[in-house]
C-alpha cells in the first residue's frame, strides 16, 4: 500500500507472523528449509508479494530466526521470555507486539509460518473479503465432511473402555455427501483483526467475524517430523515460489 493510498483514508496494514525458537517437535522449525528455503520464508514472500501489507513483522525470540526474518525483507520483533513457552497463547504474543511495537497500523494480518500453502491471490481475496463485509476480525477455515463421535465415559461394562455416541449426525439418518455442506473448522493459518478490536477484547476474535475458506488440499499444519514430508510434496505442487526479482 502506497502513500498516495493511504493520503486516500485507505486503512494501514501490517503482517505478523510468530516464530519462536523452542519447537520441540520438529527443533527451529521455522527456519528449517522446506523444499529450498526456510519455511518462514514461504509466508513472508507470498504475503509481501499480494501487496496487501504495509510491513511485515516477525515476532521471535531467536537470533538466528531473527536474521533469516531480515533476510527475507521483514522486521523483527523481539518478543519476551513470557510469551516464549508452550503455555504461552498467540493472542498473548500478538498484544505484547501491540503493546511494545505500538504498530501505526489499523490492521493486522496475522499468518503462521506453518501452514506455507497459501498464495498472494488467497491473501488479497481474503483481504478484500474483510474490507467489503465490514469485519472487525476474519479467519481461515477448511470444510471437511466428517462423521464426528464422543467418547462417552461411565461404560461399566469392563475392560474400561468407554461408549460413543454421535455428534454432528443421525446414524439412522446418514446424510450422502452431495446433500451435506460439511463443517467449518479454523485451520490456524491467518487470522485478520483490527487493532482496536484486539485492543478492547483482549483477542483475534471479536466484534463482526468472518470467515475465508481455503481449500482443504491447501491446508498443511507441520508440528510432527511426519507432517514435514507431507508439506514438502504440497509446496511443491501448491506453493508460491516469488520471482527471483522480487527477493
Same mark, same amino acid.
Given at each position: 500500500?502506497?502513500?498516495?493510498?493511504r493520503? +486516500?483514508?485507505?486503512?494501514?496494514?501490517?503482517?505478523?507472523?510468530?516464530?519462536?525458537?523452542?519447537?520441540?517437535?520438529?527443533?527451529? &522449525?521455522?527456519?528449517?528449509?522446506?523444499?529450498?528455503?526456510?519455511?518462514?520464508?514461504?509466508?513472508?514472500?507470498?504475503?509481501r508479494?499480494?501487496?496487501?501489507?504495509?510491513?511485515?513483522?516477525?515476532?521471535?525470540?531467536?537470533?538466528e530466526?531473527?536474521?533469516?526474518?531480515?533476510?527475507?525483507?521483514?522486521?523483527?520483533?523481539?518478543?519476551?521470555?513470557? %510469551?516464549?513457552?508452550?503455555?504461552?497463547?498467540?493472542?498473548?504474543?500478538?498484544? +505484547?507486539?501491540?503493546r511494545?511495537?505500538?504498530?501505526q497500523?489499523?490492521?493486522?494480518?496475522?499468518?503462521?509460518?506453518?501452514?506455507?500453502?497459501?498464495?498472494?491471490?488467497?491473501?488479497? +481475496?481474503?483481504?478484500?473479503?474483510?474490507?467489503?463485509?465490514?469485519? /472487525?476480525?476474519?479467519?481461515?477455515?477448511?470444510?471437511?465432511h466428517?462423521?464426528?463421535? +464422543?467418547?462417552? /465415559?461411565? /461404560?461399566? =461394562?469392563g475392560?474400561?473402555?468407554?461408549?460413543?455416541?454421535?455428534?454432528?449426525?443421525?446414524?439412522?439418518? =446418514?446424510?450422502?455427501?452431495?446433500?451435506w455442506?460439511?463443517?467449518?473448522?479454523?485451520?490456524?493459518?491467518?487470522?485478520?483483526?483490527r487493532?482496536?478490536?484486539i485492543? &478492547?477484547?483482549?483477542?483475534?476474535?471479536?466484534?463482526?467475524?468472518?470467515?475465508?475458506?481455503?481449500?482443504?488440499?491447501?491446508? %498443511?499444519d507441520? /508440528?510432527?517430523?511426519?507432517?514435514?514430508?507431507?508439506?514438502e510434496n504440497?509446496?511443491?505442487?501448491?506453493?508460491?515460489?516469488?520471482?527471483?526479482?522480487?527477493e
Amino acid at each position: 500500500m502506497d502513500d498516495a493510498a493511504r493520503r +486516500e483514508g485507505k486503512p494501514r496494514v501490517y503482517g505478523l507472523i510468530l516464530a519462536r525458537g523452542g519447537s520441540k517437535g520438529i527443533p527451529l &522449525k521455522n527456519i528449517k528449509s522446506l523444499s529450498g528455503r526456510p519455511l518462514l520464508h514461504w509466508t513472508m514472500h507470498a504475503m509481501r508479494d499480494a501487496g496487501v501489507a504495509d510491513e511485515i513483522w516477525v515476532s521471535t525470540d531467536h537470533d538466528e530466526i531473527a536474521r533469516i526474518a531480515r533476510e527475507g525483507g521483514a522486521r523483527v520483533h523481539r518478543r519476551s521470555a513470557a %510469551v516464549s513457552t508452550d503455555e504461552a497463547s498467540s493472542d498473548d504474543t500478538v498484544l +505484547e507486539f501491540i503493546r511494545a511495537e505500538n504498530p501505526q497500523c489499523d490492521v493486522i494480518i496475522h499468518a503462521q509460518a506453518t501452514s506455507p500453502c497459501i498464495s498472494p491471490p488467497h491473501y488479497r +481475496e481474503m483481504m478484500d473479503k474483510f474490507f467489503r463485509g465490514g469485519y /472487525d476480525s476474519l479467519f481461515t477455515v477448511s470444510r471437511q465432511h466428517t462423521f464426528r463421535w +464422543e467418547e462417552v /465415559d461411565g /461404560d461399566d =461394562r469392563g475392560c474400561g473402555s468407554s461408549s460413543t455416541a454421535p455428534l454432528n449426525f443421525d446414524p439412522k439418518h =446418514r446424510p450422502r455427501r452431495q446433500d451435506w455442506r460439511g463443517e467449518l473448522y479454523e485451520n490456524g493459518a491467518v487470522y485478520v483483526s483490527r487493532v482496536d478490536a484486539i485492543k &478492547k477484547s483482549g483477542y483475534r476474535q471479536s466484534g463482526r467475524v468472518g470467515y475465508y475458506e481455503m481449500p482443504l488440499y491447501l491446508f %498443511v499444519d507441520i /508440528d510432527e517430523p511426519s507432517d514435514w514430508f507431507l508439506a514438502e510434496n504440497r509446496v511443491q505442487q501448491y506453493g508460491y515460489t516469488p520471482n527471483h526479482n522480487s527477493e
